[in-house]
């Protein structure tokens, strides 16, 4: 029982610390969000590269190991914060220097850096560049979106998708937890994560419209149609990230991402949802609601 308590204690405080910080960064303001998201991608590249290493499991002596992180962490690196930087150039419309332009710039030379980090040890292997390739994309891109919605000033309403983004996710796992827990019978990828269920999967989605039924009457930011749109994909394309993390997880061997939050794991545990719903509304919203 004991340790039981203790479990749930530290479960207890680590969200309650969470969602201080996550409101913190939200609401305060626009320098705090940037600093907020600018946290979470930097978190959530130094797991996915733990995972890619322990999926590749590199064979090269220790002398070659150093040589290609200390090029491929610089070119990481370069090209998630090259990314945050084009997402500031773009909502600020800065004519000189334009933000956008130097990030794009800094893009290309830490795509062709991360290449030339495996030649630099003699070898060259495909899967690794791409998984490097494709992860500055993944934990980079919706944070950069974020900011995004943040900081442009066009169009205010849209400065609190994030906001609405973060609700929709927070309940979405929440529900689908419960919905699960209590009804859950039909496994939705047994293989990949044995806890989820159609039943919890489905029950989380309506809920999470549901709310954003409620909220539109409250809030009225814009339609009642977008409210419920942007709480779909973000249910369907949350629950595929979720997926997707576990999957990679499995390959890795690894029970979560990381240790950051005590009894809840790493950064890409908390946001792997965001990480592939952010993309998706956004061109939601540059589709159908600009």
Known sequence: ??????????????????????????????????????????GCLWEYQRLTNL????????????????IYQIAMWLAVMSILL???????????????????????????????SELFIGQFRFAFVILSLAG?????????????????????????IPVIIIGCVWVNDTMAYITGSLLGKHKLWPAVSPGKTWEGTLGGIVCTMLL?????????????????????????FGTLGDLLESAMKRMAGVKDSGQLMPGH????????????????????VHIWML
Request: hydrophobic share 60%; with cysteine; proline share 3%.
């Open 1 to 42: 029982m004991s340790t039981l308590f203790r479990t749930f204690f530290t479960r207890s405080i680590t969200a309650v610390v969470f969602v201080a910080i996550m409101l913190l960064g939200l609401l305060l303001n626009r320098y705090t969000f940037l600093a907020l998201f600018t946290i979470i991608a930097v």
């Open 55 to 70: 999926m590749m499991m590199d064979v090269s002596d220790n002398s070659k190991g150093k040589k290609r992180n200390l």
């Open 86 to 116: 084009m997402a500031i150039g773009l909502a600020l419309s800065i004519q000189s220097p334009r933000l956008d332009a130097i990030g794009l710039d800094i893009l290309m030379i830490s795509f062709v850096l991360i290449p030339v």
């Open 136 to 160: 500055c994309l993944y934990v980079g891109l919706a944070p950069a979106l974020m900011i995004y919605f943040r900081w442009q000033q066009m169009h205010t309403s849209l400065q609190w």
């Open 212 to 236: 954003a039924l409620v909220a539109s009457e409250i809030w009225p930011l814009f339609s009642t149609w977008h409210w419920m749109m942007i709480a779909l994909l973000v249910g369907v």
């Open 265 to 284: 794991g790493g950064m890409l545990d908390r946001f792997d949802s965001m990480l592939i719903a952010v993309p998706v509304v956004w061109l939601y």
